[in-house]
């Protein structure tokens, strides 16, 4: 296609995108009770104190006239981009598929069955190990002081690590695929391997929304070893496929 083409491409998928992530901002918008008071549970039962009528929960706290908006808004706009993560970067996928010849694009169906449960299994990861983490960095707290916490910056902090989670576990997608339709081998994947480690470490130091070694560690260290998973995969089918290459030519 030529350019203005790839263009007008790129422009409807980018609207699809938003047009997911806006549903998905729906229905965040719909559960936002639901949503926060699960997510709040490392710092305090807010359904509990909901229920009783409290007037505070812990050391959460939300200020200022426009505060519950503002967090609301967040809040919905950040569930949905969660929510249809899939969807969206199914459409970064499919900006990339017509470059593919029809068997690659056969191929890349894995992408389609991989991509949701691999995002699943991060975003779950993030969630579970997301109670460890506030106990660890709420201990750095000197003895006789209180620690008050803006209930918003702590939903942004809680909700982009979910996020992340998801998103880096869909680096074994994108290698398989690629090595799936052709684009890259296992040799290539794994040769360069420290630079791979390296490259995640720092991506997950610049990225984590906590400083704290337990955040990082659990999501390093599972994203190192889906990378040499995936490497190892694809030279499992690069030899499957040199074979069958061969037993096509015999």
Known sequence: MPLIEHLRELRRRVVLSASFIALGSCVGWFFYNEIITQLAKPVCDLKA??????????????????GPLNLQIKVALLSGVIL????????????IAPALHRKEKRNSVFFLCAATPFFIAGAYLGYTILPIAVRVLFGFTPSSLTNLVRFDDYLDFVMRAILLFGIAFELPVFLITFNLIGFLSGKAILKPWRIWVFAITLFVAGFTPSADPLS???LALPLIALYFFSGLFALYNDKRRAKRKIDQDI
């Open 84 to 95: 249809m993560a899939p969807l969206w970067l199914y459409q970064l996928w499919a900006f």
């Open 49 to 66: 104190a909901q229920l009783n009528g409290d007037t505070s929960c812990g050391s959460l706290y939300i200020n200022g006239v426009l």
């Open 216 to 218: 990082m560690l659990a």
